[in-house]
């Protein structure tokens, strides 16, 4: 990948560290970590194509949607 597109996500990206990883989805822990981060960042959206997540639908307000979906919204 060209430095300067890893460059331009890094500026585009804020770093946050969970206070905690709580259990959310337990089909697949892995995914919890996903919703910590989401929530430590005060995320509007969670965009995935992980079934687990999808499935979940929301959590604490944060909607978790398909990148088909991220597109309509984000792009219309």
Same mark, same amino acid.
């Given at each position: 990948?060209? @430095?300067?597109?890893?460059?331009?996500?890094?500026?585009?990206?804020?770093?946050?560290?969970?206070?905690?990883?709580?259990?959310?989805?337990?089909?697949?822990?892995?995914?919890?970590?996903?919703?910590?981060?989401?929530?430590?960042?005060?995320?509007?959206?969670?965009?995935?194509?992980?079934?687990?997540?999808?499935?979940?639908?929301?959590? @604490?307000?944060? @909607?978790?949607?398909?990148?088909?979906?991220?597109?309509?919204?984000?792009?219309?």
């Amino acid at each position: 990948m060209d @430095r300067q597109v890893l460059a331009d996500y890094a500026d585009a990206a804020d770093l946050v560290t969970p206070l905690a990883v709580p259990s959310v989805i337990a089909a697949d822990p892995d995914d919890d970590h996903v919703i910590a981060a989401a929530v430590a960042a005060k995320a509007d959206l969670i965009v995935s194509g992980d079934r687990h997540l999808l499935t979940l639908g929301t959590h @604490r307000g944060i @909607r978790v949607i398909t990148p088909a979906e991220a597109v309509k919204i984000i792009a219309p």
